[in-house]
């Protein structure tokens, strides 16, 4: 049974740096695809970034150069290090894990990251 719980996250100045990290009960080893998406309020979820086969990566625009996806060698975490916050960033951020490109979607329990300007 999956069950990705996520940790990290809270508040920070603009400018500064948080990491978020998320794991599963046992592995993460047999999830192919890993993503981050936020939501904010009033508005819909968006992907923030994502790693497939733990080197493929991609971003959403509003984040490139600024957030860094990654697992860990055993792939026990799949972690997102936010740099540079901004106040937009200010969101719930949500972990996902796939098993295949398209197949169900895992979600972690959310995560509020909160940027004061």
């Known amino acids: 049974q999956v069950h990705l719980v996520q940790s990290g996250g809270g508040s920070v100045e603009a400018g500064g740096s948080l990491r978020l990290s998320c794991a599963d009960s046992?592995?993460?080893?047999?999830?192919?695809?890993m993503s981050w998406y936020r939501q904010a309020p009033g508005k819909q979820r968006e992907l923030v970034a994502k790693i497939i086969s733990d080197r493929i990566t991609t971003y959403a625009d509003s984040v490139k150069g600024r957030f860094t996806i990654s697992t860990d060698g055993a792939k026990n975490t799949v972690s997102l290090q936010m740099n540079s916050l901004q106040s937009d960033d200010t969101a719930v951020y949500y972990c996902s894990a796939q098993f295949t490109v398209g197949s169900l979607t895992y979600w972690g329990q959310g995560t509020q990251v909160t940027v004061s300007s």
């Open positions: 046992g592995t993460l080893a047999n999830f192919l695809v």
